[in-house]
C-alpha cells in the first residue's frame, strides 16, 4: 500500500503535459477514491490500497497522454450542476455560462417561454436554463443519436421534465412553431485552426467543433433559418469565437436582425452575440 501523499508526488512528476498538474492529480485521486480534496490534505499519511493505487496510475498515465480531466472522471460541473461527459460531445466549458446568464435575462420568471437550444451536445445550455426557469419548455436539438443520449440521462440526473429531445440536423426535424428564445452553442473553429491539436479538443469531437475554413458554417445555417422559427421581436443567442464578433454580426444584420450585441465571456473575450427578430 502506497500513502495518499507519495501517490500525489509521484504522479505530478508523471504528469507533463498540463499547466495544473498538481491538481489534475488530486482531482483523479478524489475520483477514485470518492474523497473530498479536504480529505488528501486532512490525512496525506492514509494508505491507499493497491487496487485502487493501479486505478490512479492508470488514469494517471491517461492524463499523461493529454486525455481530459472530464474525460477521465466521466463529468463536468457547468451552472453548479455535475453533467455525466463522453467523447460524444463536447466538454461543457464555463464561457458557455456567459450564453445561460444572458439568456435568462431574457426570459421572465413567470413566463411559459417555448425556447429552442440548437445543437445541445451534453444538454449543458437546455439543462442550466431549465433547471432556472421551470415554467418554460425547451427544445433541444442535436444531430448526434449518442450525444441526445446524454443529454437526457443529464436532464433525468436533475430531474429536468421541460425539456424535449429531438434528433435533427440543426431545423431539419423541428416541427413548425414559433419559438420565444432560440439559444445555441454551435461549432464555431476554423478547419485549420492550430488550437485543434492542442490541448482537450483533441480528444473532442470534430462534428461539435469545427466549422469549415472561417468557422462560420453552422453559424450561417442557424441565422439564415432562424427568422422561420422565432416569434416576433424574440431574441436569438449565439456563442462564437473571440475573434468572430465582426462576422457574427454582419451575418445578424444580413438577416434582417435588430438591437444586436455582443457580450464578453468572464475573460474578457467576444463570446455571445445576439440579436432580435424582425418578424
Ligand atoms: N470554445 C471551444 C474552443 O474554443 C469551441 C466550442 C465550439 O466550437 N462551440 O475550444
Redesign the pocket.
Known sequence: MTTIAELLREAEQRINCSDTTKLDAEILLCDVMQFNRSKIYAHPQQLIPDDKSVLFKSLIEQRRQGHPIAHLTGKKEFWSLELAVNEET?IP?P??ECLVEAALLMIPDEESFNILDL?TGSGAIAIAIASERSNSTIVATDINPDALDMAKKNAASHALTNIKFLLSDWYKNIPSQSFDLIVS?????KQDDK?LSQ???RF?PEL????GKD?MKAINIILENANGYLASDAFLLI???YDQKALVTHAFQIYGFKQIKTLQDLSGQDRVTYGQSSN
Request: aromatic letters at 4%; glycine letters at 18%.
Open positions: 463536447l466549458r464561457e458557455t445543437g452553442n454551435p461549432p464555431y473553429v488550437h490541448g482537450d479538443v473532442e461539435a467543433l469545427v466549422a468557422g456563442e462564437h469565437g
